[in-house]
C-alpha cells in the first residue's frame, strides 16, 4: 500500500475509534442485528421457491408477535400499547407489509446483495421525505449526500446498458418504502412509546398475512417448517438486537453500522447461493454507502475528527521537516 494512503487510512480510524469507544456494545449489537436480517433475507429468498409470500410472511409474523407479547408482559408494558394515533400507527403499518412483499420478491428474482447495494439507498430516501413532510431541515451536507448516493445508484443500475433487468424496480421501490415507513416512525414517536409502535407494527402484519395465508397454504415439509420457524426467529431477534443496541448508543451513532447488512448479504449470498456481484455493483454499493454515513451524524463527528487529527499529522510533519532542513 502507498504510505500516503496508509497515513490517511491511519487518520480515519484513529478518529473512529475515538468515536464508538463509549458506544461499543451498541455496535456490535448492530452489527449482529444487521446478520441477523441478512440471515432472514436469505431463508425467505430459499422460502419462496416452494411457499407463498403471505405464507411465509405470515409465520414470520405470528414469531414476531408471540416475541413481541412476550417481552411486553415481562416488562410489563401491555397496558401502555394503546395509541393516541392510532390511524397513523396502521398505516404505517400497511407500509412495512408492502415493503417487506416488494423486498422478498425482488430477493427472488435478483442476487441478494444487489437488492441490498440498492436498497442502501433508503436513509438518503429517508433524508428527502424527513424534510419534505416532517418540515426537518435538509442542509447542504445531507444534498450533497444525496447526489452522491443517487449517482452510486446509476452505477449499481446502469441503464440503457442492458446489465440489470427491470427487476430492479423492486429494491428501487422497497427503499422508497422502507424510506416512508422510516419517517412515519419518527412521527409517531412524538406521541407513542416504542413498545406501543412495536405492538402495532406486529399485530397488523399478522393480521394481514394471517388473513391471507389460509387461501394461499403450501402444507411445508419437515426441513420447510425449520426454515418458516427460523426465518421468523431471525427476523424477531434482528428487531430485538436492534431495539437493545439503542440502549446503549444513539442512533445517529448506529446509523453507519446499518450498512454491515450489504457485507452479511454479500457473504450469505455467496455461501448458499453462490452470487457475488461484479466489480461495478461493489463500486456503486461503496458510493451509496459512504453517502449514507456521510449524512449521518456520525459521519459529521467522523469527518470532524479526521480533519482535526490531519492537521496535527500535517503539523507534526510540517515542523519535522523544517527541523531537518
Given at each position: 500500500?502507498?504510505?500516503?494512503?496508509?497515513?490517511?487510512?491511519?487518520?480515519?480510524?484513529?478518529?473512529?475509534?475515538?468515536?464508538?469507544?463509549?458506544?461499543?456494545?451498541?455496535?456490535?449489537?448492530?452489527?449482529a442485528?444487521?446478520?441477523?436480517?441478512?440471515?432472514?433475507?436469505?431463508?425467505?429468498?430459499?422460502?419462496?421457491?416452494?411457499?407463498?409470500?403471505?405464507?411465509?410472511?405470515?409465520?414470520?409474523?405470528?414469531?414476531?408477535?408471540?416475541?413481541?407479547?412476550?417481552?411486553?408482559?415481562?416488562?410489563?408494558?401491555?397496558?401502555q400499547?394503546?395509541?393516541?394515533?392510532?390511524?397513523?400507527?396502521?398505516?404505517?403499518?400497511?407500509?412495512l407489509?408492502?415493503e417487506?412483499?416488494?423486498?422478498?420478491?425482488?430477493?427472488?428474482m435478483?442476487?441478494?446483495?444487489?437488492?441490498?447495494?440498492?436498497?442502501?439507498?433508503?436513509?438518503?430516501?429517508?433524508?428527502?421525505?424527513?424534510?419534505?413532510?416532517?418540515?426537518?431541515?435538509?442542509?447542504?451536507?445531507?444534498?450533497?449526500?444525496?447526489?452522491?448516493?443517487?449517482?452510486?445508484?446509476?452505477?449499481?443500475?446502469?441503464?440503457?446498458?442492458?446489465?440489470?433487468?427491470?427487476?430492479?424496480?423492486?429494491?428501487?421501490?422497497?427503499?422508497?418504502?422502507?424510506?416512508?415507513?422510516?419517517?412515519?416512525?419518527?412521527?409517531?414517536?412524538?406521541?407513542?412509546?416504542?413498545?406501543?409502535?412495536?405492538?402495532?407494527?406486529?399485530?397488523?402484519?399478522?393480521?394481514?398475512?394471517?388473513g391471507?395465508?389460509?387461501?394461499?397454504?403450501?402444507?411445508?415439509?419437515?426441513?420447510?417448517?425449520?426454515?418458516?420457524?427460523?426465518?421468523?426467529?431471525?427476523?424477531?431477534?434482528?428487531?430485538?438486537?436492534?431495539?437493545?443496541?439503542?440502549?446503549?448508543?444513539?442512533?445517529?451513532?448506529?446509523?453507519?453500522?446499518?450498512?454491515t447488512?450489504?457485507?452479511?448479504?454479500?457473504?450469505?449470498?455467496?455461501?448458499?447461493?453462490?452470487?457475488?456481484?461484479?466489480?461495478?455493483?461493489?463500486?456503486?454499493?461503496?458510493?451509496?454507502?459512504?453517502?449514507?454515513?456521510?449524512?449521518?451524524?456520525?459521519?459529521?463527528?467522523?469527518?470532524?475528527?479526521?480533519?482535526?487529527?490531519?492537521?496535527?499529522?500535517?503539523?507534526?510533519?510540517?515542523?519535522?521537516?523544517?527541523?531537518?532542513n
Open positions: 500500500m502507498d504510505e500516503s494512503v496508509f497515513f490517511w487510512v491511519l487518520i480515519f480510524i484513529d478518529g473512529y475509534r475515538k468515536l464508538k469507544v463509549k458506544s461499543s456494545r451498541g455496535i456490535l449489537l448492530s452489527i442485528a444487521m446478520l441477523c436480517i441478512a440471515g432472514m433475507d436469505a431463508t425467505g429468498k430459499l422460502l419462496v421457491q416452494t411457499y407463498p409470500i403471505v405464507q411465509i410472511m405470515a409465520v414470520r409474523f405470528a414469531i414476531f408477535f408471540i416475541v413481541v407479547m412476550l417481552i411486553a408482559s415481562l416488562k410489563g408494558d401491555l397496558k400499547v394503546r395509541s393516541n394515533i392510532w390511524g397513523t400507527q396502521v398505516l404505517r403499518s400497511l407500509l407489509v408492502v417487506v412483499t416488494v423486498f422478498i420478491l425482488a430477493f427472488s435478483m442476487p441478494l446483495a444487489d437488492v441490498h447495494a440498492i436498497a442502501a439507498m433508503a436513509p438518503l430516501f429517508a433524508i428527502l421525505m424527513a424534510g419534505w413532510f416532517l418540515g426537518e431541515k435538509v442542509d447542504r451536507r445531507s444534498w450533497i449526500a444525496v447526489v452522491i448516493g443517487f449517482i452510486g445508484a446509476l452505477i449499481i443500475i446502469r441503464p440503457g446498458l442492458g446489465v440489470m433487468s427491470w427487476y430492479v424496480v423492486m429494491p428501487i421501490s422497497g427503499a422508497i418504502l422502507w424510506a416512508s415507513y422510516q419517517v412515519l416512525s419518527r412521527s409517531v414517536s412524538q406521541f407513542d412509546s416504542s413498545a406501543t409502535t412495536v405492538f402495532y407494527t406486529a399485530l397488523i402484519g399478522l393480521i394481514v398475512f394471517g391471507l395465508a389460509p387461501f394461499n397454504w403450501v402444507e411445508p415439509t419437515s426441513i420447510g417448517w425449520q426454515l418458516l420457524i427460523l426465518n421468523g426467529l431471525l427476523g424477531a431477534m434482528g428487531h430485538y438486537l436492534l431495539i437493545k443496541a439503542l440502549t446503549y448508543a444513539q442512533a445517529s451513532t448506529l446509523q453507519p453500522f446499518s450498512y447488512l450489504l457485507f452479511w448479504a454479500i457473504v450469505i449470498g455467496f455461501i448458499l447461493f453462490d452470487e457475488l456481484p461484479d466489480e461495478l455493483t461493489l463500486i456503486g454499493a461503496a458510493i451509496v454507502l459512504s453517502a449514507g454515513i456521510y449524512a449521518s451524524d456520525a459521519g459529521r463527528g467522523m469527518s470532524a475528527s479526521f480533519l482535526d487529527e490531519a492537521k496535527k499529522r500535517l503539523r507534526s510533519i510540517r515542523t519535522t521537516s523544517k527541523t531537518m
